[in-house]
């Protein structure tokens, strides 16, 4: 049963360590809230997609470990050094979920424009797949926003999908490059109008509309950035609904 509306989850969340190694992780409450946005199947589909840390087996394997037991139907789309499903349109459109991993924004877009995932991913969003993901797996829903794929100094990109038609600030309170440039960036046109999100926050849109923020952590918050009368950018809190 599809979203009854397009629907995208951008997030700074998703999988907590269960602390016995780097790739033993848990599923965090944001999945339970994709899968209800997803129209509660009682056997969710979800696929991963680890493009932006180049399809790290390490992390797919994280994945589907974090929901061994689970009803949850894993599946992962790799596309180095070629796609893992043989038909790549026909497999998106058949999840409830799709997940997208942190990491290069950057190359997971040249990527997925190269294989065409970016008509398949519009066409997945219209259909009523939920489209979610954190910090790499957020900024590309939007128009842009700031990243650290081109090395320590964060940059702008601003060739997202742009299913959403605004800019996305991730990690918002735990990288300190990423609030000053994201205010630059806004206020002075390079991107348009958006909303940020602290570690632990996330941003749910029907169409193009934010319906509500999350977080899965007390404090943590989103923020909606615009340019100011003065020219200056201009950050107002948006609370949260705190995840059970």
Same mark, same amino acid.
């Given at each position: 049963?599809p979203?009854?509306? *397009?629907?995208?989850?951008?997030? +700074?969340?998703?999988?907590? +360590?269960?602390?016995?190694?780097?790739?033993?992780?848990? *599923?965090?409450?944001?999945?339970?809230?994709?899968?209800?946005?997803? /129209?509660?199947?009682?056997?969710p589909?979800?696929?991963?997609?680890?493009? &932006?840390?180049?399809?790290?087996?390490?992390?797919?394997?994280?994945?589907?470990?974090?929901? &061994? /037991? @689970?009803?949850?139907r894993?599946? $992962?789309? @790799?596309?180095?050094?070629?796609?893992?499903?043989a038909?790549?349109?026909? !497999?998106?459109?058949?999840?409830?979920?799709?997940?997208?991993?942190?990491? +290069?924004?950057? %190359?997971?877009?040249?990527?997925?424009?190269? !294989?065409?995932l970016?008509?398949?991913?519009?066409?997945?969003?219209?259909?009523?797949?939920?489209? &979610?993901?954190v910090?790499?797996?957020?900024?590309c829903? !939007?128009?842009?926003?700031?990243?650290?794929?081109?090395?320590?100094?964060l940059?702008?990109?601003? %060739?997202?999908?742009?299913?959403? *038609?605004? @800019? %996305?600030g991730?990690h918002?309170?735990?990288?300190?490059?990423?609030?000053?440039?994201? $205010?630059?960036?806004?206020?002075?046109?390079?991107?348009?109008? /958006?909303h940020a999100?602290?570690?632990?926050?996330?941003?749910?849109?029907?169409?193009?509309?934010? =319906?509500?923020?999350? @977080?899965?952590? *007390?404090?943590?918050?989103?923020?909606? =950035? &615009?340019?100011?009368?003065?020219?200056?950018?201009?950050?107002t809190?948006?609370?949260?609904?705190?995840?059970?």
């Open positions: 049963m979203a009854t509306a *397009p629907t995208i989850l951008a997030t +700074s969340m998703g999988f907590a +360590s269960r602390g016995r190694g780097p790739a033993d992780w848990a *599923p965090g409450p944001v999945f339970d809230l994709a899968f209800r946005l997803a /129209g509660g199947p009682p056997r589909r979800l696929c991963y997609l680890g493009t &932006a840390t180049g399809d790290d087996p390490a992390r797919v394997a994280a994945v589907y470990g974090a929901f &061994a /037991g @689970s009803e949850v894993v599946s $992962h789309l @790799s596309l180095f050094p070629m796609p893992t499903v038909d790549v349109r026909a !497999h998106l459109l058949a999840q409830d979920v799709v997940w997208v991993g942190g990491g +290069s924004v950057a %190359n997971l877009l040249a990527v997925w424009r190269a !294989h065409g970016d008509e398949v991913f519009r066409e997945a969003w219209e259909a009523g797949v939920v489209l &979610a993901g910090s790499a797996g957020s900024l829903w !939007h128009v842009g926003g700031t990243t650290d794929s081109f090395g320590r100094d940059r702008p990109v601003t %060739n997202g999908l742009g299913l959403i *038609p605004a @800019s %996305n991730v918002h309170d735990s990288e300190e490059q990423r609030r000053p440039l994201y $205010h630059r960036l806004v206020a002075d046109g390079t991107l348009p109008p /958006g999100t602290d570690d632990g926050a996330g941003l749910v849109y029907r169409g193009t509309e934010l =319906v509500e923020a999350v @977080s899965d952590r *007390p404090g943590a918050a989103a923020y909606r =950035v &615009a340019r100011g009368p003065d020219g200056a950018a201009v950050e809190r948006v609370e949260p609904r705190l995840l059970g």
